[in-house]
């Protein structure tokens, strides 16, 4: 199967300037294409993984990426898909971001990929130059049509973000004089930015480049990808660690999972029918799910790295989780971007009885003293897998692990997260 075909089957393909010139571009072996990512954090989160995918899947089909992250339009903010002004970040933090995400983009390990900074040419660029350059091609009646600048109207838009699309489309331009790029691949929110630098291209070069865009991804109740209830699920593992990652991707919905598997993952198109006709069959099971989260967690971390999410998750949800409080490396691996952390003070647990303890914390369903008591002496409370046997516990430091943590379990399956900090 034709690349183009499959991203079809796959549901990647939004919008394509021209299909035609797209597929001998590929044909070709030897084309070159790019994609940006602006410097917003110092991380992607999994919405912004699709398009890592899908420059790795491009590549697969002998395309050369060219990686780019915008250090200078990152300094700006782009206006696409956003209802209200950005805060524009400081200089500093702008560029601690875009060193963050070139390391971030550079371990996906891409053979033949050229890393750039459009800082190296924007950054530097005169704006008499830049107007001269880029500036006279466009007229305000085109800028103001692109959707992006349509939606702010209304509210008001800064010229600095309604520049933007001008920077974007120089770009395209830039990247096709130096190192002969024909094609922009991006989210559909990029469509005007896209179709701006072709256009600028087509202008000063007369010639036809491509622009191709991929959906933004949603689950099924409507929001976008990225983010859980909690916050964003980011790929960097000081910041979600590859647990969490793993957890996010095994607990996607039912109704979310196959199309995640064909966005997300490089099984074939069959593999992903069979998991799909084995949910339906035996959904409880959860293989779907489970080859999900297999996939996009050793392609974001590693094999070891899932190996590791597995077996914690394996401990936690059989109950025994001896195998974790013994080390140091499994342990932080609970606690880094989990949400549902809650941290205290030191005063708050050593010399605390246990069931002000259990109180203390913040249960789905408040916990009373009587309660606490009561599960404690039914033998229904662990602290770092070791059964609290009487009620009137007193908590020491020795029950904090590595001067730091609790693993609290109630019942079976449990489990409430506490890190102590030394005030």
């Not at 891409?110 to 001269?132: C, E, I, Q, S």
């Not at 349509?150 to 120089?170: P, W």
């Not at 202008?203 to 976008?224: C, N, W």
């Not at 009373?368 to 039914?378: F, I, L, M, N, P």
């Amino acid at each position: 199967m034709h690349i183009l075909d499959e991203l079809k089957e796959r549901g990647l393909i939004y919008q394509i300037s021209n299909e035609e010139e797209l597929r001998a571009l590929i044909d070709r072996k030897d084309g070159s294409f790019y994609i940006g990512f602006d410097p917003t954090a110092s991380s992607l989160h999994v919405g912004g993984l699709l398009g890592i995918v899908f420059a790795k899947r491009l590549e697969n089909a002998g395309m050369k990426p060219v990686m780019l992250v915008g250090g200078a339009t990152g300094r700006i903010g782009d206006p696409s898909g956003r209802s209200q002004e950005r805060v524009l970040n400081t200089t500093d933090v702008v560029e601690s971001m875009t060193a963050g995400l070139e390391k971030q983009i550079s371990q996906f390990h891409f053979k033949h990929a050229t890393y750039v900074n459009n800082y190296d040419w924007l950054g530097m660029m005169p704006l008499v130059d830049f107007l001269r350059d880029a500036g006279k091609y466009f007229t305000v009646n085109e800028m103001l049509a692109k959707e992006s600048v349509k939606t702010r109207m209304e509210d008001g838009i800064s010229f600095t973000e309604f520049s933007y699309q001008l920077l974007q489309a120089y770009d395209f331009l830039k990247l096709y004089e130096s190192r002969g790029v024909e094609l922009q691949l991006g989210g559909s929110d990029q469509w005007g930015n896209i179709t701006a630098g072709i256009e600028l291209v087509r202008k000063v070069k007369h010639v036809e480049v491509i622009g191709l865009t991929h959906p933004l991804v949603t689950r099924a109740d409507g929001k976008k990808m990225g983010k859980s209830e909690s916050g964003a699920v980011w790929l960097d593992a000081t910041m979600t660690s590859p647990y969490h990652l793993y957890q996010f991707w095994l607990n996607v919905d039912d109704l979310d999972v196959v199309k995640f598997l064909k966005y997300y993952t490089f099984l074939t198109l069959t593999e992903i029918a069979e998991l799909e006709q084995f949910l339906q069959e035996e959904p409880e099971k959860r293989a779907a799910h489970r080859a999900l989260a297999d996939e996009v967690t050793e392609f974001v971390h590693g094999k070891d790295a899932l190996e590791q999410a597995q077996k914690i998750s394996e401990a936690l949800f059989g109950g025994d989780i001896s195998g974790i409080i013994g080390e140091k490396k499994k342990c932080e691996a609970l606690f880094v971007g989990n949400p549902a952390v809650q941290r205290v003070g030191d005063e708050a647990v050593v010399g605390v009885g246990i069931a002000d303890f259990l109180t203390s914390l913040a249960w789905k369903s408040p916990l009373s003293k009587r309660q606490a008591r009561e599960d404690v002496e039914a033998g229904a409370i662990e602290l770092n897998g070791k059964k609290i046997e009487s009620s009137e516990h007193i908590l020491i430091e020795s029950d904090i692990l590595f001067d730091r943590y609790i693993i609290v379990k109630r019942g079976k399956k449990n489990y409430h997260f506490v890190e102590v900090i030394a005030e």
